[in-house]
């Protein structure tokens, strides 16, 4: 069995930094990309940041220069340095990764974690 856990998330003051983990355990084959997504209250999750297999990176504009994603392939996990945040990243955000289980190498899936809170407030 395949999950992803995240940790990371809280309160913060507008302009504060918060850093988000997601660590993919189990019986994991390949994972071929990992990322975040937000969803705040009467809105559609959206995607926040992602990351491929070989390092390939996509932001939404609204995080551009503010957030970056990165990963620590050996230990399965990736990360969400949030800078400079704003009233409106309050949202709960979501570990996402596209990847295949060992079980049944030749397909790949996605894969969600449970979601932390992030609130920026003063």
């Known amino acids: 069995q395949v999950q992803l856990v995240e940790s990371g998330g809280g309160l913060v003051q507008p302009g504060g930094s918060l850093r988000l983990s997601c660590a993919a355990s189990?019986?994991?084959?390949?994972?071929?990309?990992m990322g975040w997504y937000r969803q705040a209250p009467g809105k559609q999750r959206e995607l926040v940041a992602a990351i491929t297999s070989g390092g390939s990176t996509n932001y939404a504009d609204s995080v551009k220069g503010r957030f970056t994603i990165s990963r620590d392939a050996a230990k399965n996990t990736v990360y969400l340095q949030m800078n400079s945040l704003k009233f409106e990243d309050t949202a709960v955000y979501y570990c996402?990764?596209?990847?295949?289980?060992?079980?049944?190498?030749?397909?790949?899936?996605?894969?969600w974690g449970q979601g932390t809170q992030v609130t920026v407030s003063s």
């Open positions: 189990g019986s994991i084959f390949s994972i071929y990309s």
């Open positions: 996402h990764a596209h990847m295949s289980a060992e079980s049944d190498y030749d397909s790949s899936y996605d894969y």
